[in-house]
Structures are given as C-alpha cells and as structure tokens.
Nanobody, 124 residues
Framework: QVQLVESGGGLVQAGGSLRLSCAASGRTFSSYAMGWFRQAPGKEREFVAGISWSGASTRYADSVKGRFTISRDNAKNTVYLQMNSLKPEDTAIYYC?????????????????WGQGTQVTVSS
C-alpha cells in the first residue's frame, strides 16, 4: 500500500492562502481515492475534501466550499489542497488519507492509509 507525507502547512494571517501537498509512495496511487481531513485541539477529526482516483469527482465540507480546492496529479503521485480566504477556525492539523479502490467518503473509517499530518495556523 502507499505511504503518505504531507507538506505545506504553516502560519498565515486570516484571508491568506496556503497549498498543502501530499506525496504518496508506491506505484498504485491512481487506485486510491484521496481525502483531506483536519483535527483542531479538543475536536474530532473532520472531513475537509475528497477526490476520486481519476480526479473527475470531488466533494467538500460545507465549511470550506468555495474557499478550498482539492486536486491530484497521478503522474507525480501527489494530491493537493489549495486553501484560500483562510479563517482562524481553519486552524488544525491537516491529514491526507487514501482509500483503496473506493469512491470518496466523508468518514474517517473509509480510509486505509493516513499521513502524519501538517499544522496549519491562521492568525486573526
């Protein structure tokens, strides 16, 4: 199975932008639907965005629709999360997740592989 490594997190002011990347090892990346989740201190991990294996289908949490964009480049074994108009409530650890031979799902239980996470902090 793939292994996932996130990057691109950091500190940004409200209204700013960040692009997260998730690099996958292995030759079967295109067999995985991918998702981004986040977890703020004291809160449960929540779905942010998902993308099908081909990239043709995406879905978003209501809280990020219109501000975040998920994409993938199967040639580079990488999935991205472009985050614009960031708000302090977007502050969290962001995790990349992979789901083998499945469609996107908002449930954490639907994903087989997880990255270590990258911290995103949005200051007001």
């Amino acid at each position: 199975q793939v292994q996932l490594v996130e990057s691109g997190g950091g500190l940004v002011q409200a209204g700013g932008s960040l692009r997260l990347s998730c690099a996958a090892s292995g030759r079967t990346f295109s067999s995985y639907a991918m998702g981004w989740f986040r977890q703020a201190p004291g809160k449960e991990r929540e779905f942010v965005a998902g993308i099908s294996w081909s990239g043709a289908s995406t879905r978003y949490a209501d809280s990020v629709k219109g501000r975040f964009t998920i994409s993938r480049d199967n040639a580079k074994n990488t999935v991205y999360l472009q985050m614009n108009s960031l708000k302090p409530e977007d502050t969290a650890i962001y995790y990349c997740a992979a789901r083998y031979l499945g469609s996107t799902t908002t449930s954490t239980n639907g994903y087989n592989v997880w990255g270590q996470g990258t911290q995103v902090t949005v200051s007001s």
